[in-house]
């Protein structure tokens, strides 16, 4: 895994708040020059941190390699302080309030399954969280898409 600096994190950052933001104006906001910006992009790139034209990042090119989804049980008066309380931790991906087994289920990354074990019990000792179900992901074969829906949307029409 190659090791990034702070302006290629920021210039990362930077893409995910504003994907079609001009190189001028990214080498403007983190004060270099163009050229450093368009080298950065370019070792971003090589290295596959960036993917669909840096509107997505591959954490796991940044060193995030494992993948886990939680499913949290919390006691209902505690909800939204549980869903705050997620908000606050920086490995939490994506949050949403779920039916059936659990309450919540959340995506994480961690850098390996000792830092994914200090998430956990992040997690778990907050207010109101009873117990948590944790599943690894071992591989993906399909990333999140809307494309094949939309292409059908317009196709066909809306049915």
Not at 38 to 65: F, I, M, T, W
Not at 123 to 145: D, F, K, N, Q, W
């Amino acid at each position: 895994m190659a090791t990034f600096d702070s302006l290629e994190l920021r210039l990362v950052v930077a893409l995910l708040e504003e994907p079609r933001a001009q190189i001028g104006d990214l080498a403007s906001s983190l004060g270099v020059a163009r050229n450093t910006v368009q080298s950065r992009l370019k070792r971003l790139d090589r290295a596959g941190v960036l993917r669909s034209g840096g509107r997505e990042v591959d954490l796991a090119a940044l060193g995030y390699d494992v993948l886990a989804f939680i499913t949290i049980e919390v006691s209902h008066r505690e909800l939204d302080a549980v869903i705050a309380a997620l908000r606050q931790q920086e490995q939490v991906l994506e949050v949403h309030e779920i039916s059936g087994r659990g309450d919540i289920w959340c995506r994480v990354v961690a850098l390996d399954t000792h830092h994914l074990q200090s998430v956990l019990r992040s997690i778990l000792r907050m207010r109101g969280v009873i117990r948590t179900e944790t599943s690894l992901a071992l591989s993906e074969h399909i990333p999140y898409r809307a494309e094949p829906l939309l292409r059908h949307l317009a196709g066909q029409g809306r049915h």
